[in-house]
């Protein structure tokens, strides 16, 4: 079934230092709460908003990577709605219908789609730089519980609302999209995607012959494709029944893996929109600007494009990629003469699957080895010194324990008595040995492994074990 998808992407500006209007920390998870307020964020009466400086650099370089045209000025505007959490009883935001200048005025972005290795591109609408509100949250049910509990923590906290077109063509694309945009604003430096909570997508999905329906509050990049795929099926159910898609807006249900009706929804006029008084209209300067440019230097498909033209295969290209520490690591240890092939593999299939294995996060720079480290071990291997699989098996493990360890520190010790370890397997093993003359080649194999498990943690490359099994085999055949 077509279906036609925008989408609405939510991203708390995270890694920005401060809030939005205020110096409070923009990483607010930290605190116990009620701890990282202050008179602004928490609306207090005489208190006045001053955008700050790295929330703005951060939304502009957003709007840079997104080539994005930028006004010259950008003029912040008020929404009125009154909720606990919302202590001001408006939220400052960008709303261009009552004079508001977002961010973007419009552009696009081409993201990789990883099913068919082609580019695609969607226009973005507009990104808007508003405040995140406070936090209510109950004891168990918001029926039953005696209270409601204000946090104000996240109040203020810069974020990015990012307004496709409705031109994502489906769920897997619109998921690999948000994806994408996330691993760009990662790559700018705005934010981190893994933190609880710091994203949120509203999609808009219609089917031919049906309303467009909103779905809001997917809360990760997997219910988004799993949210638009249950409800481009529902919408093309009610159709085959003879029935009518109407506008309506509903919830995800990530639980249950369905959407519900929302009882109700507000109309823009409701919230009684006017720019804010309090803020004037902030020039973008040159200053600014360049700073902007800056961050968004590094995009992921220069880096990925980068890496490729290393002869790097695509996979294992856009695993590096995806990773940003992985991706400066591999970068740099090329620049000090590491093998890229070698690299690439260390990085984008190994030590990443280290990581993985152990629970940790391979997109935190504090997990990986400095690139000088990594350089050094490709260079032993290009120089034959260690085999690439006693590295992988005996170094990657200890680094991803300790990833400052020296590299002499972690390099086994090396097998010097070879022929002594191939007279005790071959003493040992008699069947095997017995096979291998009778003419079974197979059973070589089993001897190989014999000897490497012989070595006990010690480096050794298969190759010679082999070697010298076969000039002893030789001999005892002969002899
Ligand atoms: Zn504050």
């Known amino acids: 079934m077509k ?5 609405e992407i939510h991203v708390q500006l995270s890694e920005a230092g401060t809030k939005l209007f205020c110096d409070c920390d923009s990483e607010y998870r930290r605190y116990p709460p009620n701890r990282n307020v202050c008179p602004v964020c928490l609306g207090l009466p005489g208190a006045l908003p001053v955008p700050g400086r790295r929330p703005l650099a951060l939304a502009l370089a957003a709007a840079k990577a997104f080539n994005c045209r930028i006004p010259e000025w950008i003029v912040f505007t008020r929404k009125h709605y009154f909720y606990p959490d919302l202590p001001k009883n408006y939220q400052i935001t960008q709303f261009e219908k009552v004079g508001g200048a977002p961010v973007c005025l419009g552009g696009y972005v081409e993201f990789l789609n990883t099913d068919t290795w082609e580019w695609v591109r969607v226009g973005i609408r507009r990104i808007n730089l508003e405040e995140d509100p406070g936090r209510t949250y109950y004891e168990g049910d918001i029926m039953t519980s005696r209270y409601a509990h ?5 109040s203020g906290v810069p974020l990015l609302e990012i307004v496709t077109e409705p031109e994502v063509r489906s769920p897997r694309e619109a998921r690999l999209l948000v994806e994408y945009i996330l691993l760009t604003l990662e790559y700018i430096g705005a934010t981190n995607p893994r933190l ?8 808009n999905v219609s089917v031919e012959g049906g309303e467009r329906v909103e779905i809001k509050n997917i809360g990760s990049t997997l219910d988004v494709e799993k949210a638009l795929r249950y409800e481009i099926k529902r919408q093309a159910m009610v159709l085959e029944r003879g029935g009518r898609v109407e506008r309506e807006t509903r919830h995800w249900d990530a639980e249950r893996g369905v959407t519900k009706p929302l009882r109700y929804k507000e109309e823009e006029a409701e919230y009684l929109y006017f720019p804010d008084p309090d803020l004037p209209p902030v020039k973008v300067t040159g200053d600014l600007l360049a700073e902007a440019e800056k961050l968004a230097s ?3 498909r220069m880096i990925y494009e980068a890496v490729e033209s290393l002869g790097v295969r695509r996979e294992v290209a856009w695993s590096i990629v995806s990773s940003p520490p992985a991706a400066e690591r591999f970068l740099e240890a090329v620049k000090l003469g590491g093998d890229p092939q070698v690299l690439a593999r260390m990085i984008g299939v190994d030590y990443k699957g280290e990581l993985r294995e152990r629970g940790l996060d391979p997109n935190d720079p504090s997990r990986w080895p400095p690139a000088e480290t990594l350089a050094q071990l490709s260079k032993l291997v290009s120089s034959g010194e260690y085999t690439y699989d006693s590295i992988r098996g005996l170094v990657l493990p200890k680094l991803a324990e300790n990833p400052g360890a020296d590299v002499k520190s972690v390099l086994p010790e090396k097998v010097s008595d070879v022929d002594a370890l191939v007279e005790e397997v071959l003493r040992r093993e008699v069947k095997a040995v017995k096979d ?6 197979k059973a070589l194999n089993y001897l190989v492994g014999a000897v490497m498990r012989a070595a006990r943690g010690r480096a050794l490359d298969p190759r010679e074990a ?5 000039e002893r085999l030789k001999a005892m055949k002969e002899g």
Do not use: H, M, Q, T
């Open 3 to 7: 279906a036609r998808i925008g989408l």
């Open 298 to 300: 590094r995009s992921p």
């Open 196 to 203: 609880e909570g710091v994203f949120r997508v509203d999609a």
């Open 466 to 470: 082999r070697r010298k099994l076969l």
């Open 436 to 441: 291998y003359l009778s003419g079974k080649e």
């Open 150 to 154: 204000v946090d104000f923590n996240r």
